[in-house]
């Protein structure tokens, strides 16, 4: 599980979540997958209200996956895969415009699933960084490259501003609680590369099946 209230946070244990999402057949568990969320949102709200805004967001999208995992048809729900076939055989997703479905797991995790884009970059420029790096250009760059494609104008500028107030590259790892600069570093090359492998079977499967636009 990830770090409770009274612990300490530690950004590492989040990250390893997302370790336990891949099943030996390259499945993605969607309980692992939120726990990771969780954690990630966690985190966010530990920089400052300012972003409440996006762990607002993100909580909403969280919940309603979990409502799907312990609902009725929770069984149907344990992998992304087996969520995806689901929910296509029994029509309960909106295609192409918002109608009866408006919060089907699949469109909603597609959400979290361009977030993970974002986190990737941004992990990945925060690795390689040097002490004078801006952690709210790497922050902007990355949203740009990812979620900003699919964000109107409103959104991107609120994020924009929310990027501006995030502690700068020594504060932000103090913040994740790693350790030393080289540890952090450490730490990235370890948890990237799943987190890459998360995102690429994801974006494998929605590709398949074309969902990568759902509405
Ligand atoms: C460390 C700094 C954190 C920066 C986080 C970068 C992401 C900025 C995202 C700003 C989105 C804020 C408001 C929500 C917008 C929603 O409209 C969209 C689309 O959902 P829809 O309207 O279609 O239901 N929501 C999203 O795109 C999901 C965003 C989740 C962001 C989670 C960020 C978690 C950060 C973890 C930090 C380590």
Same mark, same amino acid.
């Given at each position: ?22 099943? @030996?057949?390259?499945?993605?568990? &969607? ?6 969320? +969780?954690? #990630?949102?966690? =985190? $966010?709200?530990? %920089? ?54 408006? @919060?089907?797991?699949?469109?909603? &995790? ?6 993970? +884009?974002? #986190?990737?970059? =941004? $992990?990945?420029? %925060? ?54 600069? @080289?540890?952090?570093?450490?730490? &990235? ?15 494998? %499967? ?10």
């Amino acid at each position: 599980s990830v770090a409770s209230d009274d612990q300490k946070f530690c950004l590492t244990e989040v990250l390893d979540t997302f370790k336990l999402c891949l099943s @030996e057949n390259k499945e993605v568990y &969607l309980e692992q997958y939120v726990a990771g969320w +969780r954690g #990630l949102v966690k =985190f $966010l709200n530990s %920089l400052g209200s300012v972003f409440g805004f996006i762990s607002k967001d993100a909580v909403n999208k969280i919940q309603v996956l979990v409502n799907y995992l312990n609902g009725e048809n929770g069984s149907q729900y344990i992998t992304v895969q087996s969520m995806v076939k689901y929910e296509l055989d029994n029509e309960l997703v909106d295609l192409t415009k918002r109608g009866s479905h408006p @919060e089907s797991g699949c469109r909603t &995790l597609l959400r979290l699933h361009r977030a993970l +884009r974002w #986190l990737e970059l =941004f $992990l990945e420029r %925060l690795r390689t960084s040097t002490e004078d790096s801006k952690t709210s250009v790497m922050c902007a760059e990355s949203y740009n490259e990812s979620l900003a494609l699919h964000h109107p104008w409103v959104v991107r500028k609120a994020a924009g501003m929310a990027f501006l107030v995030l502690p700068g590259r020594p504060a932000f790892f103090e913040v994740m609680n790693v350790g030393p600069p @080289e540890q952090v570093v450490a730490m &990235l090359g370890e948890a990237l590369p799943l987190i890459s492998e998360v995102y690429q079977i994801t974006e494998e %499967l929605y590709a398949q099946h074309l969902l990568l636009d759902l509405p």
